[in-house]
């Protein structure tokens, strides 16, 4: 234990300015009696406890009569409950509080300011700032703090606000500073941030004159390049603000107060840390700053503009930020030096770090033991008690014993109030081969009643192209549900440059989320709904929803364990297990999480990544969940796109995005069936089938149930001669004049052990298969076939003129199905 004197304490004093030694003795007679209850705690809380226990009794003895009066009367002055007089009631709302909390339910004084130079560049970025503050009608005062302005620069500047920026508010302003850059010898210019802030509190807002007043407000600390979007004041009491998880947990007070800063999250995590502190604080020796926990260096102080604190807190942190910058810029002159020493300068002198003391067994600790328990078993008593109290019935009581409707009714978990609105959504283009291939996928959900909604989401689509899908979905996909829609957005493939079609899947879907969904304007409304993506060359086999409790689905096994709740949950989203394993998590993370250089993800073990994160469509997650990983995977696809060019590039965007959240997936072997020979997907409940149930095409429930969810039709199928491929497909296969596809016969599985295909060079060569792999051809031919025809069948009833539809199913791909008979060579005519 140090000494009263020691060198760590004689710091404190002299930090704090302290001379007398007294202020910091341990010794007990300068306190006397109080001085024994401050060193033995427990003696105080043994006297709390006894207190509480005769509570308790009290409780005992006459809860019954408590809650006979309680039930019978409702409250009021009932035998057995005494009724309050008049001086016991509360105060009126005012009295009885401090100035304090006075005040507090005032709405404070607003000071936003940001920092610039005088260049033209950041003049522009001003005005626009200025701007918005004014539409979005931003409370308080608006500031900009210019650094480093010219004589000729000021009466500009002055000038322009007087002409231009007062019209769109008086509470604008411009505050000029000298130029900081030099102090330290180099030109580090975000010097002028700190040292400019400073200089406004003091010489503008004169806070060391206006202390009282000032104190309370609000000072917030922006970038210039920065738009307001919403008005931003101390209060996201019913704002929808997203909060960084925290040991500390959330606020109870939402909003800014004393000792309660709020920032903006940076992706720099416990850097400020990682720097030379005993250089930056090598007058400060003792700072708390030290002896921060690593998680409250990255969960409560890796921040950044917008900065926000009360006036108090705000000039007591710029003034240690402008101490210790210089020794920040002096070890780290990287871009973020001066917002690292905003973190660590923001770590007042009011925590403080306890040594822990060895528990002693002795009689009081012993007693206080015994009542603690006893303090647990009253609270458990007391909040249970209504459990254990007789039923009490009088002429008003319910006729079913006391039941609650809960109880007579069911617990209700599979109603209809307790199924969430389901979202399924698919990415397209707005080819002739993505309309028809989202025909498809719009007549399958309607054809196993998918419920909820389903929006194909169309990227890129010209003006022209657009007025024709509306038009067509209002007078054809309209008479399937009118809960089909559609969404259109930018074409998003040119975004880092190049032509990469598939981010128009990420961003198409984020588009969507926040102009289509409006997300965010209605969080509360989809934060608990189910939203899925699957994309557009996928048939529903059966209705997709969030709960497989009863379901044949297959699941990845995984060390986490299966799920314990079968249901896609927040924090438990599902997917389809794809075959490219720990693939995302090989490319250069370094690249892909260059902004978040403490990503969870980078510390993902290797089994996680194969069995949790190796996902792709049907991705499915509750609206909160998928909302946050499309925004990172928004971030992230493009780094990745960048050191990895290949087709999956997206997807392994998801997958590193739900990594980086923390977000482990359940992945489904059984999702979808697609490649006939790769593992891991739903073949072996097709394997299972009766050889005539392997081309029945049925939307019988019981037949439903034996299937997968989905077929994938990304492949090409073939099984002698014939075949199946989506590439291979007339684009205008559903117009009135083309002919259906020549349905198979139920026993080409057990008839051919090869195939040819349909190109094959040279055209007539046969491919040996086995068996298994023979059923699965079959399968796939006859179900796409079939599915394509009734689908067809559909279309031409609906668009066609009476007598103009062609349902003639007779087209094939090779000239004859005979496989001996190979005239006329490859088929180069689709229809």
Same mark, same amino acid.
């Given at each position: 234990m ?10 404190v ?12 003795s ?6 006397g ?5 401050v060193?033995?705690?427990? &003696? ?36 057995? &409950? ?23 339910l ?48 000021r ?33 580090y ?10 200089h ?61 800063p ?6 720099f ?7 030379d ?37 705000m ?8 101490e ?30 306890h ?29 249970l ?5 007789p ?33 399924m ?107 899925? &993506? ?23 096994d ?9 249901? &896609? ?5 599902w ?20 902004n ?5 993800a ?16 049907p ?56 490649a006939?020979?790769?593992r ?70 057990l ?11 040279p ?18 031919i ?13 279309y ?36």
């Open positions: 140090q000494r009263p004197g020691g060198r760590r304490t004689r710091a004093r002299k930090q704090l300015g302290v001379s007398s030694p007294g202020v910091f341990r010794r007990r007679r300068s306190y009696q109080l001085g024994y209850l060193s033995h705690p427990e &003696v105080v809380i043994f006297g709390i406890c006894l207190l509480w226990m005769f509570g308790c009794v009290r409780f005992f003895v006459n809860r019954d009569e408590y809650r006979v009066s309680q039930l019978k009367g409702g409250g009021g002055s009932q035998q057995g &409950v005494r009724a309050p007089t008049d001086q016991s009631r509360d105060e009126p709302p005012d009295e009885g509080r401090s100035k304090e909390q006075m005040s507090s005032k709405f404070p004084e607003h000071y936003m300011a940001f920092s610039t130079s005088c260049s033209s560049s950041q003049n522009w970025q001003s005005f626009v700032f200025f701007y918005y503050a004014a539409k979005v009608r931003q409370p308080g005062y608006v500031v900009r703090i210019a650094s480093g302005c010219g004589q000729k620069e009466e500009d500047l002055t000038k322009f606000h007087a002409d231009i920026i007062s019209k769109l508010s008086s509470n604008f302003s411009v505050h000029f500073t000298p130029d900081f850059t030099g102090i330290s010898g180099d030109d210019k975000y010097y002028n941030k700190p040292f400019g802030l400073q406004w509190m003091k010489h503008g807002l004169k806070f060391g004159e206006n202390t009282r007043t000032a104190g309370d407000a609000i000072i917030m600390i922006l970038d210039p390049d920065m738009i307001l979007v919403r008005p931003m004041t101390y209060d996201f009491t019913n704002t929808g603000v997203l909060l960084h998880k925290s040991r500390r947990g959330p606020p109870k007070d939402m909003r800014v107060t004393h000792g309660q709020w920032a903006s999250l940076y992706g995590g416990d850097g400020p840390f990682r720097i502190l005993k250089h930056v604080f090598a007058n400060h020796t003792d700072s708390p700053a030290l002896l921060v926990p690593n998680e409250e260096q990255i969960n409560n102080y890796a921040g950044g503009p917008p900065y926000m604190a009360t006036g108090r807190d000039f007591a942190i710029v003034n240690m930020w402008c210790l910058v210089p020794r920040v810029h002096h070890v780290y002159k990287h871009l973020l030096g001066e917002m690292y020493d905003k973190i660590v300068s923001s770590i007042g002198g009011r925590r403080r770090s040594r822990r003391s060895k528990l002693k067994v002795t009689p009081e600790s012993i007693l206080l033991g015994v009542f603690l328990v006893w303090l647990l078993v009253c609270i458990k008593f007391y909040l008690g209504d459990l254990q109290l039923q009490i019935n009088d002429d008003s009581g319910s006729k079913n014993g006391g039941r609650n409707n809960a109880e007579s009714n069911g617990n209700g978990e599979n109603s209809g109030d307790n199924f969430p609105e389901h979202y959504t698919f990415s397209t283009a707005c080819s002739s081969s993505q309309n028809w291939q989202s025909f498809m996928f719009f007549y399958y959900a309607h054809k196993v009643s998918q419920p909820g909604y389903v929006t194909r989401i169309a990227s890129g689509c010209s003006q022209k192209q657009q007025d024709e899908l509306v038009a067509f979905h209002k007078t054809t996909i309209s008479k399937l549900s009118s809960k089909f829609g559609i969404h259109f957005t930018p074409d998003f493939a040119k975004i880092s440059g190049d032509d990469y079609k598939y981010y128009n899947k990420p961003f198409g879907l984020q588009h969507w989320l926040t102009y289509g969904l409006k997300y965010e304007e209605n969080k509360d409304k989809f934060e608990d709904a189910i939203i899925m &993506v699957l994309d557009p060359d996928m048939i529903l086999l059966r209705p997709l929803t969030y709960d497989f409790t009863y379901s044949n689905v297959i699941t990845r995984s060390e986490r364990g299966p799920s314990k709740i079968r249901k &896609v949950t927040h924090g438990q989203p997917a389809s297990l794809y075959g490219f394993g720990d693939g995302p998590f090989r490319i250069d993370l370094k690249h892909v999480f260059a978040h250089t403490d990503s969870p980078l510390l993902v073990p290797n089994e996680e990544q194969h069995n949790n994160y190796a996902g792709g469509p991705y499915m997650a509750t609206g909160r969940d998928m909302f946050a990983i499309v925004n990172i995977w928004c971030e992230l696809v493009p780094r990745v796109h960048h050191v990895y060019r290949a087709l999956l590039g997206e997807m392994y965007g998801w997958s590193l995005a739900a990594a980086h959240l923390r977000l482990p997936h359940t992945l489904a072997t059984s999702f979808m069936i697609s006939t020979g790769i891991g997907e739903g073949w072996p409940l097709i394997d299972q089938l009766k050889d005539d149930e392997v081309c029945e095409f049925s939307t019988l429930r019981e037949k439903e149930d034996k299937l997968p969810y989905v077929i994938h039709y990304c492949q090409s199928y073939w099984l002698g001669k014939w075949f199946i491929g989506k590439y291979r497909l007339d684009k205008e296969f559903l117009s009135c004049e083309k002919p259906l596809l020549l349905e198979p016969p139920n026993d080409i599985g008839k051919y052990d090869y195939f040819i295909k349909p190109g094959g060079k055209y007539g060569e046969r491919t040996k298969i086995g068996a298994d792999i023979a059923k699965r051809e079959q399968f796939m006859c179900q796409i076939i079939a599915r394509l025809n009734d689908a067809a069948t559909w031409k009833d609906q668009t066609c003129e009476k007598g103009k539809a062609n349902y003639e199913k007779s087209f094939i791909f090779h000239h004859s199905l005979d496989p001996n008979n190979n005239e006329g060579g490859e088929k180069k005519t689709k229809w």
